[in-house]
């Protein structure tokens, strides 16, 4: 069954710590994976894609990876305005219609 | 500013009662999906249209019926028939061109009077 889990659920860091978020994906061929931002009582704002074991895509302090099992979300030196929920989802080269999204990681930065 | 537009912010259903959430989008995307969010589960997928006067079903469709009579919009009813409505719903949209993200809204809380 198609399945992508994100890690950890919640994560509490100080101003200027960095961390990684991680999501990892079980699907039969894998057409894109794509990063989300959600602040509470919003939708969720589109971050980067993925399309391939190796590459990386960056914005400011956020920086996407690519494997062939996961991807991590890297945060470096964060700020309290990037505290939200982060959500991954991948589509499927079998089925492109949809995309299959984890639960999220809720970050919260502190100053 | 082209995106998507969600109303009401805020809908309270009493028992028995049909209600509709909007989605309009200018975007000039042919996709557009409807999902529901609920505490500690991922977006699922309720319905979606690839282009006018058509639509599929989603992971969790039942209790729900969709239109899609212009390419702006993608409206949502919650039958009386869906037992438990309660959650965050969201309206998305895409290009079908190329591996594109889908682009959200900002949702429609619906709770149970």
């Known amino acids: 069954e198609d399945q992508v889990t994100q890690s950890p659920e919640a994560l509490r860091l100080q101003e200027g710590e960095s961390s990684s978020l991680n999501c990892s994906y079980t699907?039969?061929?894998?057409?894109?994976l794509f990063w989300y931002r959600q602040d509470p009582g919003k939708g969720p704002e589109f971050l980067f894609t993925l399309y391939s074991a190796g590459e990386e895509k960056e914005k400011e302090r956020l920086k996407a990876t690519l494997t062939k099992k996961e991807s991590f979300l890297h945060i470096t030196a964060p700020k309290p305005e990037d505290s939200a929920t982060y959500l991954c989802a991948v589509r499927a080269t079998y089925n492109t219609d949809k995309l299959i999204f984890g639960t999220g990681t809720r970050l919260q930065v502190f100053p | 500013d082209g995106g998507i537009t969600q109303s009401p912010k805020y809908l309270f259903r009493k028992e028995g009662q049909n209600v509709t959430l909007s989605c309009e989008q200018n975007?000039?995307?042919?996709?557009m999906y409807w999902y529901r969010q609920d505490p500690g589960q991922g977006l699922r997928l309720i319905y979606y249209s690839q282009i006018v006067n058509d639509f599929q079903k989603g992971d969790i469709a039942e209790g729900y019926s969709v239109s899609r009579e212009k390419k702006e919009s993608f409206p949502l009813t919650v039958t009386s028939a869906q037992k438990n409505p309660t959650a965050f719903y969201l309206c998305a949209s895409s290009t079908l061109v190329g591996n594109q993200p889908q682009h959200f809204g900002d949702g429609t809380r619906l709770s149970i009077l």
């Open positions: 699907v039969s061929g894998l057409r894109g």
């Open positions: 975007l000039n995307h042919d996709a």
